[in-house]
């Protein structure tokens, strides 16, 4: 992705706590969709009962920012987990032109 848009930074983190932005775009796999899917209402995005601490997701935790006006806005581009890589691809670098450019 780095060599399709340049001028984009791509930041990995492994957690919530790492988010430095109100406003955020995200990449991830997702489960339940079968192409690369813009998602933009963090009411959207499933989640489940918790019962410990390890139980929340990123889904949780947005909702949860979002409430507390930590973020102002989402875009998630969702990659199905089991599309194959040159598909997922392709189908996210179009989608992040129409979106972003």
Do not use: C, R, W
Not at 37 to 45: A, C, F, I, M, S
Not at 49 to 76: E, P, R
């Amino acid at each position: 992705m780095k060599k399709e848009f340049p001028k984009v930074d791509f930041i990995e983190f492994d957690s919530v706590e790492e988010i430095k932005d109100k406003n955020l775009i995200i990449i991830d796999s997702a489960k339940g969709i079968n192409k690369v899917t813009l998602v933009e209402d963090v009411n959207k995005l499933e989640t489940n009962k918790i019962y410990s601490l390890h139980d929340f997701d990123l889904a949780y935790n947005l909702k949860l920012l979002k409430k507390f006006g930590m973020i102002t806005s989402v875009k998630i581009f969702a990659i199905p987990q089991d599309l194959d890589e040159e598909t997922a691809f392709k189908q996210l670098k179009e989608l992040i032109k129409s979106t972003l450019f």
